[in-house]
């Protein structure tokens, strides 16, 4: 008894500092706030609308998440990833050998295509026609066929993905390019096309397809007599067709992890359709 009376202020203290952390000086104070889960993914701007349409569907599926998409190109997401500034990233490529040390997730294929607007009569353009017109050894619409109007040849900014397939495909240089106008995201090169009778670009097959479908003036040439469109990036036999991946500096874990894979899963296929991407066979 004399042990107990001994220990009975300090059982008080504590019982004190219980109800104080269980409760609080004013009444409610939980013992641990619930924190959210935040992801922030950035980069490509061609799967940004994509994925911001998955982050709601998750949002949405997940209570007390939230996920932050921003747009910048696909370098952007990786060098953000690598710098910790972001937990994924967005690359419409695949990794480079300089890049293996990344950990990468494929949710989705597209392929790029040339655009033209709809008032241009060409039909189809030679893989040498599109290189001597983006280097500048054609410069007039007439010399393939068309009406006799200079050529307005828009290019993509460099850090963009679409820049890296489009060089590496006609096996051209950044420099050898005479560009009139340079554009950053898919958006903003068929706004510039539809907006220019005489310009030519190269973009998003899938962003083309859907931005076509709901009346903007552009149409997309086939390439080596293969029509661009979703079916045939579906079927693999466009020539210039790329993985839509999501990086992260090493294996995924915990709400990244879950994430990734519900934007790899059969709940977001329909999401991936409505983009007019290819989505992958699970």
């Not at 695949?94 to 989705?108: D, I, M, S």
């Not at 661009?228 to 210039?240: D, M, Q």
Request: net charge neutral; proline share 6%; glycine share 10%.
């Amino acid at each position: 008894m004399a042990a107990l009376t001994f220990l009975r202020p300090f059982l008080s203290l504590s019982l004190l500092v219980g109800f104080l952390c269980l409760f609080g000086p004013f009444g409610v104070w939980p013992l641990a706030q619930a924190q959210e889960g935040n992801l922030v993914i950035t980069g490509s701007s061609t799967m940004a609308p994509l994925l911001l349409e998955i982050g709601k569907r998750f949002e949405t599926r997940h209570p007390g998440t939230r996920i932050d998409v921003q747009t910048g190109g696909s370098s952007r997401g990786i060098a953000d990833v690598v710098n910790g500034l972001a937990d994924i990233g967005m690359a419409s490529r695949t990794l480079n050998p300089q890049e293996k040390h990344l950990h990468g997730a494929v949710v989705a294929r597209d392929g790029i295509g040339m655009i033209l607007h709809t008032s241009n009569p060409i039909q189809e353009l030679t893989n040498p026609q599109i290189v001597d017109i983006y280097t500048g050894r054609i410069r007039n619409w007439q010399q393939v066929g068309g009406h006799d109007a200079p050529i307005t040849v828009v290019n993509k900014a460099q850090g963009r993905s679409t820049l890296e397939l489009f060089v590496q495909y006609f096996k051209l240089s950044n420099r050898d390019i005479q560009a009139h106008v340079v554009i950053g995201d898919n958006e903003q090169g068929i706004k510039t096309v539809a907006g220019n009778p005489n310009a030519i670009g190269y973009v998003s097959i899938g962003t083309a397809q859907y931005d076509a479908s709901h009346g903007i003036p552009i149409h997309l040439l086939p390439l080596q007599h293969i029509p661009a469109s979703v079916e045939t990036v579906r079927a693999g036999t466009f020539p210039l067709s790329r993985p839509l991946t999501l990086i992260t500096k090493s294996s995924p874990t915990g709400l990244t992890k879950t994430f990734i894979h519900f934007a790899q899963s059969p709940e977001v296929h329909d999401l991936i359709l409505q983009q007019y991407f290819v989505p992958l066979q699970n």
